[in-house]
């Protein structure tokens, strides 16, 4: 069974960074795209940012744009979510998600597989 486990989230303050991780295991990483979503309290799950299978094209959400990046390491199986700057508006939960496609997603009825979550706290 697929298994996607998201890590690194926390509290931090204002204007602070945080670093995601999210660990696949038992899928083919290196045929998969990957993304990030997040969902705050009371709001439907939102995108963030995604990658593609080789790793050399990503997209972002206009909100999180020039601070967070995106990375994906197929030796690790291993997805990052960099996240600088961060605002109080950025505290959600986090998720990660897999496609079995070479391109990225921006909806998250194209992903195939899912992980529990990371809280990111952003205090003001």
């Known amino acids: 069974q697929v298994q996607l486990v998201e890590s690194g989230g926390g509290l931090v303050q204002a204007g602070g960074s945080l670093r995601l991780s999210c660990a696949a295991s038992?899928?083919?990483?290196?045929?998969?795209?990957l993304g990030w979503f997040r969902q705050a309290p009371g709001k439907e799950r939102e995108f963030v940012a995604t990658i593609n299978w080789t790793g050399g094209s990503t997209n972002y959400a206009d909100s999180v744009k020039g601070r967070f990046t995106i990375s994906k390491d197929n030796t690790k199986n291993t997805v990052y979510l960099q996240m600088n700057s961060l605002k109080p508006e950025d505290t959600a939960v986090y998720y990660c998600a897999a496609r079995a496609a070479a391109g990225g997603g921006w909806t998250a009825n194209v992903y195939d597989y899912w992980g529990q979550g990371t809280q990111v706290t952003v205090s003001s």
């Open positions: 038992r899928l083919t990483f290196s045929r998969y795209a």
